[in-house]
């Protein structure tokens, strides 16, 4: 079973970068997409960004333009680059995998985002 594990995280200002990384215990070329999620306190889980193993991207539209997600297939790493951090963009992200054959996920444990105005 692969595992994911998330780095990146901590405490910025508003305007701020943070790069997110997530690490995969094995090959993640049978997972697309790979994606971003992220859970404000008291609010659902919300896709912020998915990549598929082509390279594809889409972001959900509150990040468009500030954040860019990629994928290193042979260092079986996912990237999120976010810019001009936002207060609202305060949150757990956490790194997503999708196994292209049966479509079941597999998580990280998340890491913190915080971001002072």
């Known amino acids: 079973q692969v595992q994911l594990v998330e780095s990146g995280g901590g405490l910025v200002q508003a305007g701020g970068s943070l790069t997110l990384s997530c690490v995969a215990s094995g090959s993640i070329n049978d997972f697309s997409p790979m994606a971003w999620y992220r859970q404000a306190p008291g609010r659902q889980r919300e896709l912020v960004a998915l990549?598929?193993?082509?390279?594809?991207?889409n972001y959900v539209d509150s990040v468009k333009g500030r954040f860019t997600i990629s994928r290193d297939n042979a260092k079986n790493m996912v990237y999120l680059q976010m810019n001009s951090l936002k207060p609202e963009d305060t949150a757990v992200y956490y790194c997503n995998a999708r196994y292209r054959f049966t479509q079941s996920d597999i998580w990280g444990q998340g890491t913190q985002v915080t971001v002072s105005s």
């Open positions: 990549v598929t193993i082509y390279g594809k991207s």
